[in-house]
């Protein structure tokens, strides 16, 4: 059955402000990269008006709770980005990264996504406040108008490499329902200095065409300082998604998830980066444990580790299709 997405848009869109609350990685919840990393003591922004464009910390509830609308001719261009220093005086809020797909029940409906940079500076100290979201822009006339946004974290303080897409049908008779999808990147990083660690590959699903999303799944779990000198890390990097939207295929519905998952040996040192892949039947909601698909071939003889063998497990940038 084919089913398109129904979604009435009511472009009020507002800026919401919420308090900094507590540290608390595990659940999700808001974390203030700012008062984490910067001076232990005194005021949270002594260098207001000094490379701040305004006093006070921003938070992962606040930004991702941002909305704003743009508007234009899209046979000319769009500026579809938020980079204003509005509501939250950021210094830099650039976008980078952006794929965009186009709902197969929809030409007029798009979903892009994004690294959305949140950057705030403080010359006075040389400590700097960022959160990295995954951005969201969506269109449903073809590029027109649009919705900018961003994706909520499940945890950590850095996501991106954003892969969007749109199941029409999932797989499962159980779920009736057609949903936009965001994969990404989640991490966790110091605003200054080494290392990222965690290196999760999640996927956000949105139930009104992508303007509002739910607490992503994870589908990939790394762990460990995957860039920097953790012994045994592993950091999945480079996902990307798709799903079979052919009404004729046995899998038709299913959601493809691939990414790099790269291993480090003792003091960080590389060992390999094999392709793993996972699928969901129902819409995103839970997925299949990862494999390895990278195989082997007699032209696979170069091992960074000295080991012989024919493995092709030095991989980078998979691109699943059909």
Known sequence: MRRGFIAVCALALLAIVGVAGA?????????????????????????????????GPFSKQQVTAYRCASAGNPAISVDMSCNNPSPYGQDWNPDN??????????????????????YRFNNANGTRHVIV??????????????VDGQVPFSSGNGAGDPAPGFVADP????????????????????????????????VSR??????HWQRPV????GHG????????AVFFDKDWLTVDNYESSPFY???????????????????RSPIVISHSDDGGLTWSSAKVISGSNPNCTFQSDGQNGTTCDEDQFSYPGR
């Open 23 to 55: 540290v608390n990685e595990k659940d999700g919840s808001e974390m203030n990269a700012f008062k984490k990393l910067a001076r232990g003591s005194g005021p949270i922004d002594p260098g207001a008006g000094r490379g701040l464009t305004a006093s």
């Open 97 to 118: 990264e952006i794929p965009i797909t186009v709902d197969p029940e929809n030409p007029n409906h798009l979903l892009a996504g994004s690294n959305d940079y949140f």
């Open 133 to 146: 979201p995954t951005g969201f822009f969506t269109s449903f006339n073809g590029g027109a108008t649009w």
């Open 171 to 202: 797989l499962s008779p159980a779920v009736n329902h057609p949903f936009a999808l965001m994969g990404q990147l989640e991490n966790v990083g110091p605003n200054t200095g080494c290392c990222v660690s965690q290196g999760n590959v999640t």
């Open 206 to 211: 949105s139930a009104d065409g992508g303007l």
């Open 218 to 221: 994870v589908v990939f779990r």
């Open 225 to 232: 300082a995957g860039i920097g000198p953790a012994n045994q």
């Open 253 to 271: 519905g299913r959601i493809y998830v691939t990414s790099s998952m790269f291993v480090n040996g003792p003091h960080g040192a590389y060992v």
